[in-house]
């Protein structure tokens, strides 16, 4: 068995980290804030007030945005196609 070793190792480790919870008080675990790191459920979230005119200047700056984005990437696109376009014409034409 080759991995004898590792096994009585895991097994030793094992028992090392029990030894840690059954400690005093000054204990790793034993001295754990536990109370400062609960969640606190109880309070609603608060939001602020918004017109409409707000959120509609918004979306349109929003959807501005993304036009702006879908332009660059069709542009993109229509180059890249053109670029292999031509490579591939250049490529058949020529015979080495």
Known sequence: MTAAG???DMINSAKG???????NDASA?????AQSY???ATKAPKF????KEVILSIRDQ???ENNQAQKT???FMVLSVSLIGIL???LFTLKF
């Open 48 to 51: 602020k007030a918004c017109s």
């Open 88 to 90: 591939a014409i250049i």
């Open 62 to 64: 929003v959807l501005a």
């Open 17 to 23: 980290n029990r030894s840690l919870l059954k400690g």
């Open 6 to 8: 590792f096994m009585k």
């Open 73 to 75: 990437k069709k542009l």
């Open 29 to 33: 675990y034993k001295s754990f804030d």
């Open 38 to 40: 609960r969640a606190t």
